[in-house]
């Protein structure tokens, strides 16, 4: 057993590590309330301030409320998986850490949904991407200030599928 004791440099990267995992765990959280549509908790990762923009279709929102809404209401109806992967994280000793995420997501909406983008039909969206964020903590806990999600790839289908006219359910 050795004498050795415990650095400051030991003790700052201990609180670094410790930091990366809290992050992975509040992105884990944002995908899971996301899929799961739970938008309180979803709205509650974020600062009051905080921005969102998705950069494919220039989709922007800032505060934790108006971006809890506007995600709630372009995915009102709809199916999503989303899945985080690599991750890139840097922790600054002021409180502050920047990360990029790879991401896939996978969207399947109601009838008559239509592509922000185009106002084109879409019954699936399929995208690949990086989340790229400013994250801080606030009481002790670390939330989103900035999220930038940059698509590198996105396949959608057009509506396949439509309401089934209520004139043919006639008998």
């Keep these: 057993m050795s004498n050795e004791t415990i650095s400051a440099s030991d003790i700052e990267g201990l609180n670094r590590l410790i930091a990366i995992e809290q992050i992975r765990n509040l992105h884990a959280r944002y995908w899971r309330f996301v899929d799961s549509q739970n938008w309180d908790a979803f709205g509650a990762l974020f600062t009051a301030d905080a921005g969102f923009t998705e950069h494919l ?19 009102n109806g709809a199916t999503t998986v989303h899945h985080g992967h690599q991750s890139e994280i840097e922790v600054h000793d002021d409180g502050t850490a920047d990360a990029i995420f790879v991401m896939e ?32 903590k606030v009481e002790g806990e670390w939330r989103f200030q900035q ?17 089934f006219p209520p004139i043919l359910l006639q008998s």
């Excluded at 929102?61 to 372009?74: K, L, N, P, R």
């Excluded at 997501?105 to 400013?134: C, Q, R, W």
């Excluded at 999220?147 to 309401?163: C, F, H, I, K, N």
Aim: hydrophobic share 40%.
């Design 57 to 75: 279709t220039g989709f922007h929102c800032e505060g934790a409320g108006e971006i809890q809404a506007a995600v709630a209401a372009f995915l």
């Design 105 to 136: 997501d996978y969207l399947i909406f109601p009838p008559g949904a239509v592509n922000p983008g185009t106002g084109a039909p879409m019954s699936t969206l399929h995208g690949y991407g990086h989340y790229v964020e400013k994250i801080v």
């Design 147 to 163: 999220v930038d999600l940059y698509r590198v790839r996105v396949e959608t289908e057009g509506s396949a599928a439509t309401e």
